[in-house]
């Protein structure tokens, strides 16, 4: 623990300018991950920002999309009426992370942000090459049983914990970031980051960045869209693996399909191979198998998270019939 | 206690003010001039400390002072040879990953916090092993007798049977992680007067210990402990951290608080520990038992050992000729455990209840027709009759409610959709002890009824049942009741475990309110008023603002002539999701066979917090250690799953009911143990019949309704 100084600001601009004054600077959210890394030495800012006065709590819909903005809490995007309307998916997503307590004050941009649940991460006395370049990885061989099985690199096999994220990942979300020369846009499959080289890095965020808002093109995915997380305990606990799905469908054809999984990779998982073999097929239970099965070519398990071969794609199942069933 | 609304005799006498934050906890005790402790403890898990630099943590701001083994703070019992080898401050040597080393005392807890980052110690490190299979394997690894090997006939007789299994049940480590942490705040005084606030399942127990290690008069301490936010049994003793803040109130002399962290409730103060065993049965064909072997393997320290009765049940519980059982502890490189909730017997009838599901399997049989035909008339090991035991009825009774009928008994015979369903039962059963206590009674004039005993409340609700039983004695409602407890100064009682608290005080509380009623009415002999007078009115005519009565009370000769045990029932319904592998437990119906119910309320509180807690033994609780390093890999409540309200269904309790006045004057019998002994064998039981799996490593997490 170090000491670190607390400064409290209420426009986007001025968190930016504080930002980037500050050697090591960091925004404060819900506090509700950040906090917990300061506790256990896991990351020890000079500066928190408290950018909870930053009015950055829009849920809208402009236009053709709607607006979420980064300090809107994870209950008020949930309970929105516009968003159980017409994005379901990420409503159920969010209620099933965390505790009520939790959403209450964890942020949309928090949310994205959160780093690894990976017990090694957090305990500063094992090796752990994203907490510290070069220690080794103290789950490869270890205790890896919440562990990723896609996209994994020697150097990390961490998942990132979000559920919010794997809705957004879903729905074709776009990332709004703010810098010092004005916004830019990222889609939200490229906001995270494999591990690969650079276990340290978890998303494109540059340094000198703020998020202000993600922006979700309105779809035709509501009718038929469940949000499924297995997880050790009906509540309150991360996923073992979850699958966002969402089907248009049109005499039980499937005319539009978004799949994406969690707690299987260093990202989000949006699973495009399976999206385009069942684009323009009858959503039966037989090309939902064949769908979950190739959504598995790549995987790979590292002993205590084996079960996730199986897991996974019957998770996968699971989830697009009951999203079928729904109507 | 005041503030008591009382809408029913049966509500609890503390709980409106444990709903509306009354009731002050030990680490909300506010002492003029209180500082703050906060521990360092060590990052590896076996060896010695070589250097620790505390110049840094005694020049940060706030900082009174830095203690560890480097200044010997004065413990006098410390200084001689001998004990546990574990005398905090007084050895340089590791014994597990996260032993308090140093405790940083300063003027606020954020400051001592800050403090003890800046400590550094420097380590020479020794060979461990933190594994109990690994030591098992390891023939040169110490293994201790835990309990004397008991035989009764021919020894493995299950091996010959005509129908036989022989299975391994492990269960891993199981924290108590009570909601409040634990700690304590002590004062030590000139004259060495100390003042502890303690969160105790013993307040005499407290003293005592206290008093050993410094070498003072009991009568020195005080010890107070009026509400504590759960124990589970982890307050079963005074712990290495508690005696270190003694310590440092007595080297500053200031009163110190020390409250420990989630992460340090992994560590430092007990677990229920690692069990593999082995289960051998055998029956003949219809169905008797011929022969059980019962071999348990738990761990202990490798400072100090650690016994519970896990092979017990295996000598009473069925009708068998031959049996036998052994009991091994093995001492691994982590904490001490400490007895908790059921403690040895819900280890040992995991495998014990699986077991006999497994057997019944075999034999075709319904698991409880193979139960009820092996019951026995009398208990076999002490070869004694049974003081009361209504199984029988307590077995019907349950498998009514919960609809035993609709059970299969071919594994995964209940589908729908995506789910199976199952049922399961298993019996649990635990000492029905009494021990020895004093409790004062003051009845008064204004009509109220004083009650004292140094006995603890870790959440069941003694003063309550107190009441109830004086209540009923006296004839004064609960409302002009007062139970005192949880404080050393009051008549001496037993530490509250092994679910003896109203069996041992309810019996001193019966005992003394019956002396007070003879004192009434001898007292309204001698001034000429009817013998059943009010007790107001008689002491009104003498003048008399209270009579005061004090009573020692102990169980007689019965204890020898009879065996005495509780019994629960468990049964459940499961269903299992055979995508995922997800448990749902959908039912349960809990049956105690415990006496007499004093306090109705109470009572269906323990069965009901019994089940939870079987429901995490079952399903999700599992505290990691990585044995590369020593260290718990989930140590905190995001990821060492306790069941949520979404994992319980609701509860159905069921008591019979009956009283046993050979167990004490209200013919009541403990409950606190037997509400989780067994559950998780229940659990596991359905989920086979659910499914055809049987899982025999808890907990059973989707992984492994998968493999
Ligand atoms: C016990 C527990 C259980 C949980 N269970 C789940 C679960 O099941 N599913 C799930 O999805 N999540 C779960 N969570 C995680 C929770 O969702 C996150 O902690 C939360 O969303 C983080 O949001 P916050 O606002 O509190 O972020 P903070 O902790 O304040 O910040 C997190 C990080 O984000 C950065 N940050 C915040 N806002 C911005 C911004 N606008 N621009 C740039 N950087 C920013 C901060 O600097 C910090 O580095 C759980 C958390 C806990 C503690
Ligand atoms: S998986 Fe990643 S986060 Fe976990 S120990 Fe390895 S490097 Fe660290």
């Known amino acids: ?327 | 206690m005041e503030n008591r609304i009382l809408k029913d005799e049966n509500d609890r006498v503390d709980g409106f003010l444990k709903v509306t934050g009354g009731a002050k906890y030990f680490a909300e005790y506010e002492l003029p001039g209180l500082t703050y402790g906060v521990l360092v403890t060590s990052t590896i898990t076996k060896g010695k400390i070589t250097a620790l630099d505390t110049k840094a943590a005694e020049k940060a701001p706030g900082v009174i002072a830095v203690l560890s083994h480097l200044n010997k703070p004065s413990a006098p019992a410390y200084e001689q040879e001998g004990g546990s080898q574990m005398k905090i401050f007084y050895t340089d040597k590791i014994f597990y990953n996260g032993q308090p080393i140093a405790i940083v005392v300063a003027n606020t807890f954020e400051r001592a916090t800050y403090a003890a980052s800046l400590v550094k110690a420097t380590y020479a490190k020794e060979e461990f092993n933190t594994n109990l299979d690994k030591a098992l394997k390891n023939s040169k690894a110490k293994k201790l007798q835990g309990q004397p090997d008991y035989k009764r006939g021919i020894e493995n007789a299950y091996k010959t049977a005509e129908i036989k299994i022989e299975q391994q049940y492990i269960l891993p480590i199981e924290t108590h992680n009570p909601m409040e942490l634990h700690g304590i705040i002590a004062d030590w005084r000139p004259a060495n007067k100390v003042t502890v606030y303690a969160k105790t399942q013993g307040v005499k127990a407290t003293q005592g210990t206290i008093a050993n290690v410094f070498k003072i008069p009991i009568e020195n301490i005080q010890v107070n402990s009026e509400f504590v936010g759960g124990g589970f049994g982890m307050g079963l003793r005074t712990w290495p951290l508690e005696i270190a803040t003694v310590m440092a109130s007595k080297h500053i002399g200031k009163p110190v608080k020390l409250v420990i962290t989630r992460m340090q409730m992994f560590t430092m103060v007990g677990n229920r520990p690692t069990a593999i065993q082995k289960v051998g049965l055998g029956a003949t064909k219809d169905g008797k038992l011929t022969g059980i072997t019962h071999t348990a393997f738990g761990e202990t320290a490798s400072y100090e050992n650690f016994t519970e009765g896990v092979v017990n049940m295996a000598k009473f519980m069925y009708q068998c000729d031959n049996v036998n059982t052994s009991y091994t502890i093995v001492p691994v490189d982590l904490g001490v455990p400490i007895w908790m909730r059921g403690p040895g017997e819900a280890t040992g009838a995991f495998a014990l209840e699986s077991a006999i599901d497994e057997l019944a399997h075999e034999l075709d049989m319904d698991p409880l027709d193979f139960r009820i035909k092996n019951d026995p008339e009398m208990d076999q090991q002490k070869n004694k009759p049974f003081s009361s035991k209504n199984i029988k009825e307590a077995y019907k009774l349950g498998a009514e409610k919960i609809g035993w009928g609709k059970r299969k008994n071919k594994p995964g015979s209940l589908i729908e959709g995506s789910w199976q369903t199952g049922y399961g039962v298993s019996v649990g059963v635990f000492n029905a002890n009494r021990g020895k206590a004093s409790v004062k009674g003051i009845l008064r004039a204004d009509g109220t009824l004083l009650l004292q005993s140094a006995t603890s409340d870790i959440g069941p609700g003694t003063g309550t049942g107190m009441g109830l039983i004086a209540s009923k004695l006296l004839n004064i409602p609960t409302s002009k009741i007062t139970f005192e407890l949880g404080d050393s100064s009051l008549p001496p009682a037993p530490s509250q475990g092994g679910s003896a608290t109203l069996s041992t005080i309810g019996s001193a509380v019966n005992d003394v309110c019956v002396a007070l009623k003879s004192t009434i009415a001898e007292l309204a002999a001698n001034s000429n008023m009817d013998a059943t007078s009010n007790f107001v009115d008689v002491l009104k005519k003498n003048k008399l603002p209270s009579v005061e009565i004090t009573k020692e009370s102990q169980s007689g000769k019965e204890r020898d002539n009879y065996s005495m045990y509780s019994f629960s029932i468990h049964f459940v319904q499961v269903k299992v999701h055979s995508l995922t592998g997800v448990v749902k437990v959908s039912k349960i119906v809990s049956v105690g066979d415990s006496g007499k119910i004093v306090s109705s309320k109470t009572a269906r509180s323990q069965m009901v917090g019994g089940a939870v807690g079987g429901i995490g033994m079952a399903l999700t609780e599992e505290a990691i250690v990585d044995h590369r390093y020593g260290r718990y890999i989930n140590n905190n409540f995001a990821d060492y799953h306790v069941p949520v309200n979404a994992d319980v269904p609701e509860i159905d309790v069921i008591f019979i009911d009956k009283p046993d006045f050979l167990v004490n004057p209200m013919g009541a019998k403990g409950m606190g143990e037997i509400a989780l002994i067994g559950f998780s064998a229940a659990v596991a039981n359905a989920v086979f019949n659910a499914t055809g799996k049987r899982i025999r490593n808890l907990p059973i997490t989707p992984d492994k309704i998968l493999a």
Request: one cysteine or more; charged letters at 20%.
């Open chain 1, 1 to 327: 623990m170090i000491n670190f100084q607390y400064l409290r600001t209420t426009s986007a601009k001025s968190a930016l300018v504080l930002l980037q004054k500050g050697k090591n600077s960091k925004f404060l959210a819900g506090g509700t991950n950040l906090i917990d890394l300061m506790k256990r030495g896991v990351t020890a800012p000079e500066r928190l920002i408290d950018i909870n006065h930053v009015p950055l709590k829009q849920i809208e819909l402009i236009g053709t999309k709607i607006h979420i903005g980064a300090m809107a809490t994870n209950s008020a995007v949930a309970d929105h009426a516009l968003i159980k309307e017409k994005l379901p998916l990420l409503s159920w997503a969010l209620q099933a992370g965390a505790s009520a307590q939790l959403r209450n004050v964890a942020t949309v941009g928090g949310n994205m942000m959160q780093r690894t649940r990976c017990g090694y991460f957090y305990d500063t006395e094992m090796p752990c090459n994203k907490r510290e370049a070069g220690s080794g990885c103290g789950a490869i061989d270890g205790f890896n049983r919440m562990h990723a099985i896609f996209g994994t690199s020697e150097k990390c096999i961490a998942v990132h914990p979000s559920d919010m994220c794997i809705a957004l990942v879903a729905l074709d979300a776009e990332v709004v970031l703010l810098n010092s020369k004005g916004e830019r846009k990222i889609l939200f499959k490229d906001f995270h980051r494999l591990a690969g080289d650079t276990p340290q890095l978890d998303n494109n965020l540059r340094p000198d960045e703020m998020i202000v808002r993600v922006e979700i093109p309105l779809n035709n995915l509501a009718k038929n869209s469940y949000y499924l997380k297995v997880r050790d305990r009906a509540s309150y606990a991360f996923a073992l693996v979850s699958v966002a799905a969402g089907l248009e469908l049109l005499n039980n054809k499937i005319v539009n399909v978004r799949l994406a999984m969690g707690g299987v990779a260093h990202k989000p998982w949006r699973l495009t191979t399976a999206e385009e073999f069942l684009k323009g097929k009858d959503a039966t239970t037989e090309n939902f198998e064949q769908a979950a099965k190739l959504s598995m070519t790549d995987a790979k398990g590292f002993g205590e998270n084996n079960f996730k071969l199986k897991l996974a794609p019957n998770t996968i199942i699971e989830a697009l019939n009951l999203a079928k069933s729904k109507a």
